[in-house]
Each structure stands twice: as structure tokens, then as C-alpha cells.
């Protein structure tokens, strides 16, 4: 088993924690990880993508030109990854910030209200923790616990307040795209 993962978006949407929190479930997992974090000088604002592949075996290259698993945060994101995306693959969009549907029919799309579901949390900086949630549908290696358990292990001191809220916005992502799951063709 091997799943490569694109997860892109603006600097400031938790693109690049989100996949590190992703790697490190997999990894407690005693599962092969790389992470490569890639972003524009402006950070905040600008964009950033990571790119996460997760194996039950030695990782011959962390390198991915088509991924079967992505996020997109944003438009731009949108428009770029589902070009990429492998036939058959699984894109969680944030409906939230994408303004039309998607151009293929070879794939899963699951658009998923992200920011929406962050503010009733009541955070909007849990976008990224609701598309990973949603993302788990598609990527039954790695579950929802296990991304708890890697933000307890994982997330600084000073930010160990924000766990339950966390926890929270994986779980409804996840199950928001459940219920999607069956409604979108592929």
C-alpha cells in the first residue's frame, strides 16, 4: 500500500500542519512517511502545498505528479490539483472558497463547506482540521483517533487548549463527507 497526498491552499490555512499532523498519525502508526512542505515567499496569503505519501513499505521517491488523494483550500488549488489528480482519485474541495464544480467525472470530488463548519466550531483556523477529517473517508489507513492522538502527541504546549476544538472539526469533516460520499459519482 501506498497513498500519495497534495494538500494545497493559501499560507495561513493550515495546509502545512495539516499534512505534518497527517504524517505523524501514519508514522505512530508504524507506517513509512515523507512530508515536504513547499510555499511562496509572502507565506501568509501566498500559496503553500504540502505533499504527504504514506506506505507500508520503504518510500522509493516522496516525489508525486498524480496524486489518488487531495485537498484544495482554494480556487487556485482547485484548478490546478484536479488536472493531477489519478482516475479514480478522491479531491476534498472547500466549498467555502471554490465558486464552480468540477471539470472531470473520473473522480471522487467531495466539496465540503470548510470555513462554514470551522466558524460554528468557532475558530476559523480549523479549516485545515475539517478537510483532514474529510480527507479520512477516502484514506481508511489512517482513522480519525489516529489524528487525535497524533495532535496530543504532536501540537505544542501552548496550543493544547485548542485540542477538543480540534478534535471536533475532524470529526464533523469525516462526517460530512460520509454522507457525501455516496452522492458523488466516480
Known amino acids: 500500500m501506498q497513498k500519495e497526498i497534495i494538500i494545497a491552499g493559501f499560507g495561513g490555512q493550515g495546509v502545512l500542519f495539516g499534512g505534518q499532523v497527517l504524517a505523524y498519525a501514519a508514522m505512530d502508526n508504524n507506517l513509512d512517511v515523507t512530508w515536504i512542505p513547499s510555499y511562496g515567499p509572502e507565506m501568509r496569503g501566498g500559496t503553500a502545498n504540502c505533499t504527504v505519501v504514506i506506505a507500508d513499505h520503504e518510500i522509493g521517491s516522496p516525489l508525486v505528479k498524480n496524486p489518488p488523494l487531495a ?41 465540503v463547506p470548510c470555513n462554514e463548519i470551522a466558524e460554528e466550531i468557532g475558530d476559523r483556523k480549523l479549516v ?59
Not at 482516475?87 to 466539496?111: A, C, E, P, W, Y
Open 71 to 111: 485537498i484544495a483550500l482554494n480556487l487556485p488549488s482547485f484548478d490546478k490539483y484536479e488536472s493531477t489528480l489519478a482516475s479514480g482519485g478522491t479531491l476534498i474541495v472547500n466549498k467555502s472558497m471554490v465558486d464552480h464544480n468540477q471539470r472531470r467525472d473520473d473522480i471522487h470530488v467531495i466539496f
Open 128 to 186: 485545515n482540521m475539517v478537510a483532514i477529517g474529510a480527507l479520512l473517508t477516502a484514506l481508511p489507513e489512517v482513522k480519525v483517533e489516529d489524528v487525535e492522538k497524533a495532535l496530543e502527541g504532536h501540537l505544542p504546549a501552548r496550543h493544547k487548549h485548542l485540542l477538543p476544538k480540534n478534535f471536533e472539526a475532524l470529526k464533523q469533516g469525516y462526517e460530512y463527507a460520509q454522507k457525501e460520499w455516496d452522492k458523488v459519482p466516480a
